[in-house]
């Protein structure tokens, strides 16, 4: 393992992650995340180009507004940290490969989903549809699918999901499914393949029924179900192969071919 690497690809990531809580706040409410510059939500000061690094400031800071003295959210440097993790996985996982690059893009996508759809029900067009665009020109790279499997992905992301919410509507009469969970799962494709999106749509709906579906019925809350696609979607990314095997040979009982 190269330890060099490994932190070169932390640091880009939490640089990432800082980005990433910008696009997360701003996206879903249709603002750009270049101008205007960061500024504290309370007291609107911008925040200086020397408080703005990431983790490393909200520690400096003791997680308060340097102006004002409001708490900052506890989301900023958990972000950073978590899309730092994520590179740094990537890069002792595949070394200084391509597939270091499109993995940890991919998790960082999805990342950035499940907290706009946690936090709002959206997923913004820029994490689902620019998702699309980076998986199919990425596809091409050692690791991942082939193209024709990335655009094949992505059409049966976008068709199934697409069945699915039609459906729901016959069944209940209401939208039990947005137009972003349907884009979503062409990005989820573009970077999984088709098989890719049978294991992430299986995944997420039992993590969905499972972990939301008691607060659901008690509470009657939404199923921010691009939450759990995102959780479906990372576990097929990560561990994908291995259950596909389990599932031919111990469930199915078929030979390896
Ligand atoms: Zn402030």
């Given at each position: ?138 596809a091409?790279?050692?690791?991942g699918p082939d193209?024709?499997d990335a655009?094949?992905g ?39 393949g ?64």
């Amino acid at each position: 393992m190269n330890g060099a690497l490994i932190a070169g690809a932390a640091v880009l990531g939490a640089c990432a992650g800082s980005f990433l809580n910008v696009c997360v706040e701003r996206w879903p409410g249709r603002a750009s995340v270049i101008s205007p510059r960061s500024r504290c939500g309370s007291c609107e000061a911008p925040v200086r180009w020397f408080r703005n690094v990431p983790v490393l400031s909200y520690l400096m800071l003791r997680g308060r507004c340097a102006e004002c003295g409001v708490r900052l959210s506890l989301r900023y440097p958990l972000v950073e940290v978590g899309v730092a993790l994520i590179w740094a996985g990537m890069a002792a996982m595949w070394g200084a490969e391509a597939e270091a690059v499109r993995g940890g893009l991919f998790l960082t996508l999805l990342l950035g989903i499940a907290l706009t759809d946690g936090r709002s029900y959206i997923i913004p067009d820029q994490f689902s549809v620019g998702g699309v665009v980076v998986g199919l020109a990425l596809a091409p790279l050692d690791g991942g699918p082939d193209l024709a499997d990335a655009v094949l992905g992505a059409g049966l992301g976008l068709g199934l999901l697409w069945l699915i919410a039609w459906l729901g509507r016959l069944a209940f009469g209401k939208d039990a499914m947005g137009g972003g969970d349907i884009k979503m799962m062409a990005m989820v494709g573009a970077f999984l393949g088709p098989a890719g999106v049978l294991l992430t749509l299986f995944a997420g709906s039992l993590l969905g029924s499972v972990i939301f579906g008691p607060v659901s019925l008690r509470t009657g809350a939404l199923v921010p179900f691009g939450v759990f696609l995102a959780l479906g979607a990372g576990i097929a990314y990560g561990w994908g192969d291995v259950l596909v095997e389990w599932y031919l040979h111990t469930v199915l009982g078929m030979d390896g071919a």
